[in-house]
């Protein structure tokens, strides 16, 4: 739907996949059909992944101006191989954490060429799609792929940002035990607030039926953390990329995979252990179950008015730097999603809104909230 809203708005789209395992094959068909320039199918190889993204960008005639990223990979393909395009980029649209952490380290850098807008960031991103999309998209996806009955069942999650924060109150509200692990002080005292005790992993490892992590960092569950675990563990991710479960390190001749059903590994130890492995460490939600589609509306809408908002940006409002978007933007978002629920807004006096300072019509929030 995003793509034929952009296309309806007069933009001409190439489309490639953030996930090798995310791509709906019928829909990707239709586009194609509809003549958008669509690079993806499920179940691609690395080096399909990048060919398709390759091909979003190295084409005779056709010449990008905006990038719509996920992950950052886009970004950082065009940047290694094809810098010159950016010469005609008026901006960068980035959704995710992983992506958004890179833009920032090219920022810090100073070899961000083109302003960005990190989406990632927005309430309405972080809100809706991290915590409450996160917190249905966790259990359809582990249904899916195990039947696991979560009553009784230990837990830790790695992370207790927005989507951590929505995988463990899926957890606990399914009779689930869940653990916390977190590097933040601020995050770690919300989750002990919140009634879950924070531990560091490798005191748990040995006795959790579930390891979820969702922290957007590299190396999160290490091979020696997947050599503790119990029979059966079962390990996936909820982060963005495919780095936070070290599952290189279990490519080795002395342990052997099963491919039980689609996208559910079995890593056999030469004892006979079994951890169980969900979509080879990538993201869950997007590789083994649906994700709502009234969560991905609120977020696509949001992607679209910030592609628009740097397109037409006057000349010198943004420069090479990392944004976030426009807080009126995000109360826009929002209340084009309320008759959903046929919610009423109550509307400010002029007394009242003279009182708190405000405009009446908004933004009623500071940038940073």
Same mark, same amino acid.
């Given at each position: 739907?995003?793509?034929?809203t952009?296309?309806a708005?007069?933009?001409?789209?190439?489309?490639?996949?953030?996930?090798?395992?995310?791509?709906q094959n019928?829909?990707?068909?239709?586009?194609a059909e509809?003549?958008?320039?669509?690079?993806?199918?499920?179940?691609?190889?690395?080096? $399909?992944f990048?060919?398709?993204?390759?091909?979003?960008?190295n084409?005779?005639?056709?010449?990008?101006?905006?990038?719509?990223?996920?992950?950052? $990979?886009?970004?950082?393909?065009?940047?290694?191989?094809?810098?010159?395009?950016?010469?005609?980029?008026?901006?960068?649209?980035?959704?995710?954490?992983?992506? =958004?952490?890179?833009?920032?380290?090219?920022?810090?850098?100073?070899?961000?060429?083109?302003?960005?807008m990190?989406?990632?960031d927005?309430?309405?991103?972080?809100?809706?799609d991290?915590?409450?999309?996160?917190?249905?998209?966790?259990?359809d996806?582990?249904?899916?792929?195990?039947?696991? @009955?979560?009553?009784?069942?230990?837990?830790?999650?790695?992370?207790?940002?927005?989507?951590?924060k929505?995988?463990?109150?899926?957890l606990k509200?399914?009779?689930?035990? =869940?653990? =916390?692990?977190?590097?933040?002080?601020?995050?770690?005292?919300?989750?002990? @607030?919140?009634g879950?005790? =924070?531990?560091?992993? !490798?005191?748990?490892?040995?006795?959790?039926?579930?390891?979820?992590?969702?922290?957007?960092?590299?190396?999160?569950?290490?091979?020696?953390?997947?050599d503790? @675990?119990?029979?059966s563990?079962?390990?996936?991710?909820?982060?963005?990329?495919?780095?936070?479960?070290?599952?290189? !390190?279990l490519?080795?001749?002395?342990?052997?995979?099963?491919?039980?059903?689609?996208?559910?590994?079995?890593?056999?130890?030469?004892?006979?252990k079994?951890?169980?492995?969900?979509?080879e460490?990538?993201?869950?939600?997007?590789?083994?179950?649906?994700?709502?589609?009234?969560?991905?509306?609120?977020?696509?809408?949001?992607?679209?008015?910030?592609?628009?908002?740097?397109?037409?940006?006057?000349?010198?409002?943004y420069?090479?730097?990392?944004?976030?978007?426009?807080?009126?933007?995000?109360?826009?978002?929002?209340?084009?999603?309320?008759?959903?629920?046929?919610?009423?807004?109550?509307?400010?006096?002029?007394?009242?809104?003279?009182?708190?300072?405000?405009?009446?019509?908004?933004?009623?929030?500071?940038?940073?909230?």
């Amino acid at each position: 739907v995003l793509i034929e809203t952009l296309c309806a708005l007069g933009a001409q789209c190439r489309w490639s996949a953030c996930n090798i395992y995310s791509t709906q094959n019928e829909v990707a068909a239709a586009l194609a059909e509809a003549g958008v320039a669509v690079f993806a199918w499920k179940g691609e190889s690395e080096d $399909d992944f990048w060919w398709c993204i390759d091909r979003c960008v190295n084409v005779d005639g056709w010449q990008a101006n905006m990038i719509l990223d996920d992950g950052g $990979d886009l970004t950082h393909w065009v940047y290694k191989k094809y810098p010159s395009v950016f010469k005609k980029i008026r901006g960068i649209v980035e959704e995710s954490v992983t992506g =958004v952490h890179r833009l920032y380290q090219l920022s810090k850098a100073g070899k961000l060429c083109v302003p960005a807008m990190n989406v990632n960031d927005s309430v309405t991103k972080q809100k809706f799609d991290n915590l409450y999309c996160c917190r249905e998209s966790i259990l359809d996806g582990l249904k899916r792929t195990t039947d696991v @009955m979560f009553g009784g069942k230990q837990v830790v999650v790695c992370g207790y940002g927005e989507v951590g924060k929505g995988c463990c109150a899926a957890l606990k509200a399914l009779g689930a035990i =869940v653990y =916390v692990t977190e590097i933040d002080p601020i995050c770690a005292l919300q989750a002990c @607030m919140d009634g879950f005790r =924070v531990v560091k992993l !490798s005191e748990v490892i040995r006795q959790v039926d579930v390891v979820i992590t969702c922290t957007g960092n590299k190396n999160v569950v290490t091979r020696e953390h997947l050599d503790r @675990m119990k029979n059966s563990c079962i390990v996936c991710n909820m982060g963005h990329s495919n780095t936070e479960i070290d599952v290189t !390190s279990l490519r080795t001749p002395e342990l052997t995979w099963e491919r039980v059903r689609s996208q559910v590994d079995h890593v056999i130890w030469p004892d006979g252990k079994r951890v169980v492995l969900l979509a080879e460490g990538r993201l869950l939600n997007l590789s083994c179950s649906t994700v709502p589609t009234f969560v991905l509306s609120i977020t696509a809408t949001t992607q679209a008015l910030a592609l628009i908002e740097l397109y037409n940006a006057p000349e010198g409002r943004y420069k090479q730097d990392v944004y976030l978007l426009p807080k009126k933007m995000d109360e826009y978002v929002a209340s084009l999603h309320l008759p959903s629920f046929d919610a009423h807004l109550t509307e400010l006096t002029d007394d009242q809104a003279k009182y708190l300072g405000l405009n009446k019509n908004g933004p009623f929030k500071p940038n940073y909230y």
